[in-house]
Nanobody, 123 residues
Framework: QVQLVESGGGLVQAGDSLRLSCAAS????????MGWFSQAPGKESEWVAA???????FYADSVKGRFTISRDNAKNTVYLQMNSLKPEDTAVYYC?????????????????WGQGTQVTVSS
């Protein structure tokens, strides 16, 4: 069992930065692939970024070059550094965990979810 708790969301202006954190419980955190999804109002959830247990990272095209995912296994925490934020990045961001990379990009195949943190980017 893994419990995920996100933090770090807020209201920022276009061009600003935010860092989201996701604190995980459980001794098996380091073995999980971790990811972030976003869900904008009235839209379906979208996969944003993922990091494997070995540290390999993958990004959606919409955030490539602007967002960076990282993890600190000693702290059981995964981060999403969000730079050059745009109004279209406004969404609730969810932390996710899956046992393997091939499952982390598909919402229905994720094992564990956080409660979400709101990110609002004003123009």
């Amino acid at each position: 069992q893994v419990q995920l708790v996100e933090s770090g969301g807020g209201l920022v202006q276009a061009g600003d930065s935010l860092r989201l954190s996701c604190a995980a419980s459980g001794r098996t955190f380091s073995t999980y692939t971790m990811g972030w999804f976003s869900q904008a109002p009235g839209k379906e959830s979208e996969w944003v970024a993922a990091i494997s247990s070995g540290g390999y990272t993958f990004y959606a095209d919409s955030v490539k070059g602007r967002f960076t995912i990282s993890r600190d296994n000693a702290k059981n925490t995964v981060y999403l550094q969000m730079n050059s934020l745009k109004p279209e990045d406004t969404a609730v961001y969810y932390c996710a965990a899956a046992p393997i990379m091939s499952r982390i990009t598909t919402e229905a195949r994720v094992d564990y979810w956080g409660q979400g943190t709101q990110v609002t980017v004003s123009s």
